[in-house]
């Protein structure tokens, strides 16, 4: 399997595609593309029949072997089984079957339509980021360790990110972890997640200052080739294309979880921000994976859902990005988005680089096929099965409530925002999932408003708040960073 970036120039295609491992540790492509199989592989129906029975840890393995081809099948193999466990998702909630990994739960049935919720929050930080996250930790100690290498990962995170990385990278050979967060700007919980990490390979860095602050060290750090090649600097962030594959997964799970047979239709709603999980999404789709709609499900920060409804790509800016109680869909651009736009152009490289050039310079781009836009692809959505819908805070809370009043189950608000929206893509006959993207304690703040009480803490959360935190507090300063970083890493 060979990979090709978004911006590649046509001629240069072939000759800079790269295998799997390749683009392991990388982030972005050289030409500031993002990183996709030159050609999706397709899954039949008889192989969909045969994975029904699979447990998760075999059905990752039996789909990620079609994208890392350069990974010995019994290695592979090994790697999903480690990382797929109940143990390591064992935050299941009452009437869930933690052995299933992302257990399904039907919300609502009616003449054939129905309302599923799929938990994809089970892992050790109660965010789906760690389906993906866990699988990169074992994948990365395996690739090091065959290229008897090291690998420093820097990063920046306003929370959930962070948590998943630090969950995943704990204790793993050869690997450490440089986490800056906005100082005091987190949940309580979110801050003793990360902070009680006692593993002499986690880092944490409070940055005196707000997420962008923290966000523009890496890029500073980053920006310095010289450095991030002498101190082996490495991403976790959402580009990442293993991550992105590892959520394909479990795509192909709800579907075989929901349904008896390939004919039937399976739609997803998709709390989303950076574009990454509902890409994912759409990869499994182009495989042959039969799903109707996908539903972007956004928050007030609404830059996807516009582009869905009127074909015009509009970044916000920093001052214009709403803080808001589903936090972690709170971007004003959604970096995987490139993906799609590569695909909606015909896999023009040439499209996509003039494409998102123009976002560097102009803010964005319209592809409504309005007089002076840049091209009528909008029309194609429909065609890839894109649906969109926004949701608010008042939104949040009133679903929240109604889905605790009708259904018993306390959700989070991201999830909310993804019921919320789902509900309103409802079709005849078709059965639509909406992916539950975090835990409920993560954000109990909300769930405090909307319900008049706390939310449930899973097993082992109970006083996380009062273990003992490890974790310096810096200024906004690059040659600090860069002095704290060579201290720490002995090289
Ligand atoms: C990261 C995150 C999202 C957004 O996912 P994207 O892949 O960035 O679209 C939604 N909900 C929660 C809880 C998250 O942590």
Request: charged share 25%; hydrophobic share 40%.
């Amino acid at each position: 399997m060979q990979y090709v970036s978004t911006r590649a120039a046509a001629s240069a295609a072939a000759s800079s595609s790269q295998q799997f491992s390749d683009i392991l540790l990388g982030g972005l492509a050289a030409d500031g593309g993002l990183f996709l199989p030159a050609e999706y592989p397709q899954v039949t129906g008889a192989e969909l029949d045969a994975w029904r029975q699979l447990s998760y840890a075999d059905l990752a393995f039996e789909i990620l072997k079609k994208f890392a081809t350069d990974i010995p099948e019994a290695d592979l193999r090994a790697l999903t089984a480690k990382t797929y466990t109940k143990e390591v998702y064992k935050n299941a909630r009452q009437g869930e079957k933690a052995s299933q990994i992302t257990p399904l739960r039907v919300l609502e049935e009616e003449n054939g339509t129905r309302l599923v919720l799929q938990a994809l929050s089970n892992g050790p930080t109660l965010a789906f980021k760690d389906m993906a996250m866990q699988l990169l930790g074992n994948l990365f100690e395996y690739a090091l360790a065959r290229q008897n290498a090291e690998l420093n990962i820097f990063g920046a995170t306003s929370g959930d990110t962070g948590s998943a990385a630090e969950y995943a990278m704990r204790g793993k050979q050869g690997i450490r972890v440089f986490m800056l967060s906005p100082h005091k700007k987190m949940s309580a919980f979110q801050t003793a997640q990360m902070f009680s990490l006692q593993d002499p390979n986690i880092y944490n860095i409070a940055i005196e200052g707000v997420f962008d602050d923290a966000q523009d060290m890496v890029k500073a750090v980053s920006n310095d080739l010289e450095f991030k090649a002498k101190y082996k600097i490495g991403t976790v962030n959402s580009i990442n294309w293993a991550r992105v594959v590892a959520q394909v997964v479990y795509y192909f799970r709800g579907y075989l979880a929901a349904t008896t047979s390939n004919d039937q239709k399976v739609s997803f709603t998709v709390p989303s921000g950076n574009f990454g999980n509902i890409c994912a999404g759409h990869i499994a789709r182009m495989m042959g994976l039969p799903i109707d709609k996908l539903v972007a499900a956004t928050n007030e920060n609404d830059v996807l859902d516009e582009f869905f409804r009127t074909g015009v790509y509009r970044v916000r800016k920093s001052a214009e990005t709403y803080h808001t109680s589903s936090p972690s869909m709170d971007i004003s651009k959604a970096s995987n988005f490139e993906r799609f736009v590569y695909e909606l152009v015909g896999r023009d490289g040439d499209r996509t680089r003039a494409l998102f050039q123009k976002v560097e310079t102009q803010g964005g781009f319209d592809l409504s096929g309005k007089p002076g836009s840049d091209g009528d692809e909008f029309k194609l959505v429909a065609q890839y099965g894109f649906k969109s819908g926004k949701s608010t805070h008042d939104d949040r809370v009133n679903t929240i409530r109604d889905v605790a009043d009708d259904y018993g189950i306390v959700i989070d608000t991201h999830t909310a925002d993804g019921i919320k929206v789902a509900k309103e893509n409802l079709e005849p006959g078709v059965t639509m999932i909406v992916l539950e993207t975090a835990l409920a304690a993560k954000f109990n703040e909300t769930i405090l408003e909307a319900l008049g009480e706390d939310a449930e803490r899973p097993e082992g959360f109970e006083n996380i708040e009062d273990l003992p935190q490890k974790f310096v507090v810096m200024k906004p300063d690059v040659a600090a960073m860069k002095a704290y970083i060579a201290a720490n890493t002995g090289l």
